[in-house]
């Protein structure tokens, strides 16, 4: 092609559009997709992680560390607050979830871990586990994982940072990828 973009047939469309075709208001808690960030390390990744959830319709779960309601009104630039649930013992909020019967799913490097391709979306009640950019998700958190996902890469990293393979991972869950 010549690079003449008269005649382009791509139209963005109108936030009135937008607002037209997507969910009529915000979900107060739809108890279905939960991002579980439960041992976060940098403020930038919540803040980003929580624009996720919410345009997949998915709560975000955090623990009550004392930067961690600044780091998501920082990050939160919607009109108006996301689904947020908060949680002062991490792995007690895991055996809850667990035991209603949700399916506690880590993003992490393990063996027989799913390959992200090989997700299907969430049918019930999902918790996305992620942990710590450095340490991953503790030890003891492990064994209350049903299922561990990890995100094939061909570069010279390990991994990707929580917000990016928090992202991925809500997409696949929520059925939009």
Request: some cysteine; aromatic content about 4%.
């Amino acid at each position: 092609m010549s690079g003449d973009r008269s005649g382009a047939r791509i139209r963005t469309r109108s936030p009135r559009e937008l607002r037209r075709d997507r969910r009529p208001r915000g979900h107060s808690c739809w108890d279905h997709l939960y991002a579980a960030p439960l041992w976060p390390l940098h403020g930038a990744n919540l803040g980003t992680l929580l624009r996720t959830c919410d345009a997949v319709g998915a709560c975000l779960t955090v623990p009550r560390f004392p930067w961690v309601p600044e780091a998501l009104a920082r990050g939160n630039t919607l009109r108006r607050q996301p689904c947020v649930h908060w949680t002062g013992d991490p792995l007690g909020w895991l055996t809850r979830q667990r035991e209603r019967g949700a399916h506690i799913l880590g993003v992490e490097l393990a063996e027989e871990a799913t390959r992200l391709a090989d997700l299907t979306p969430a049918r019930n009640p999902t918790v996305i586990v992620l942990g710590h950019e450095q340490t991953g998700i503790p030890p003891e958190a492990l064994d209350l994982l049903d299922e561990a996902v990890e995100i094939p890469m061909v570069g010279t990293g390990a991994s990707l940072n929580v917000a990016v393979a928090g992202s991925l991972v809500l997409y696949k869950k929520a059925g939009l990828l």
